[in-house]
């Protein structure tokens, strides 16, 4: 029976270590087939602190990786959590979000959900130059599943979010 306990324990933490690795996993499938995907939309929804620290580097690797494979591949991201916030104007900078600025510059578009925003009073103008203000992520996620568009949802490394 503790052999039993100990299995479980194993397994359960197996998993929650690997939490992050689903879009991973789906970006090796994407690299994997010889045919280019009409488009990869990345998908953020986090609510812990300086997700970019995280996820500003993983998208450079994935985009870079993409790009390599199938040059000229369409990139956009719809952020739609918490960390949208450190996307404003007043954010305090950090080196992180000035990479996200640097793919963004590359040809990624920056989508960050309006509805959320408004909640919390803010618009358009609050947020960086390179951010586009949409009204609603859900919209426009739809709307890059319609052009055939990939989704990919960035998951944070297990204990972060």
Do not use: N
């Not at 990139?75 to 305090?92: D, I, N, P, T």
């Amino acid at each position: 029976m503790r052999l039993g306990a100990v299995f479980c324990c194993l397994l359960l933490w197996l998993g929650a270590t690997r939490a992050g690795d689903a879009d991973a996993a789906q970006l090796e499938r994407l690299l994997a087939d010889d045919r280019s995907p009409d488009g990869v939309v990345f998908e953020i929804i986090t609510w812990g602190d300086h997700s970019w620290d995280w996820a500003a580097p993983r998208l450079q690797d994935y985009v870079g990786r993409l790009r390599a494979k199938f040059p000229g591949l369409e990139f956009a991201l719809v952020s739609h959590g918490a960390e949208l916030f450190e996307l404003k104007r007043e954010a305090e900078p950090r080196a992180s979000i000035e990479l996200l600025a640097q793919i963004s510059a590359e040809g990624m578009a920056v989508h960050v959900d309006g509805a959320y925003a408004r909640w919390k009073r803010l618009g358009p103008q609050d947020f960086l130059d390179f951010v586009d203000v949409i009204p609603s992520a859900e919209s426009q996620l739809a709307d890059y599943d319609k052009l055939g568009f990939t989704r990919i949802r960035l998951e944070p490394p297990h204990g972060l979010d």
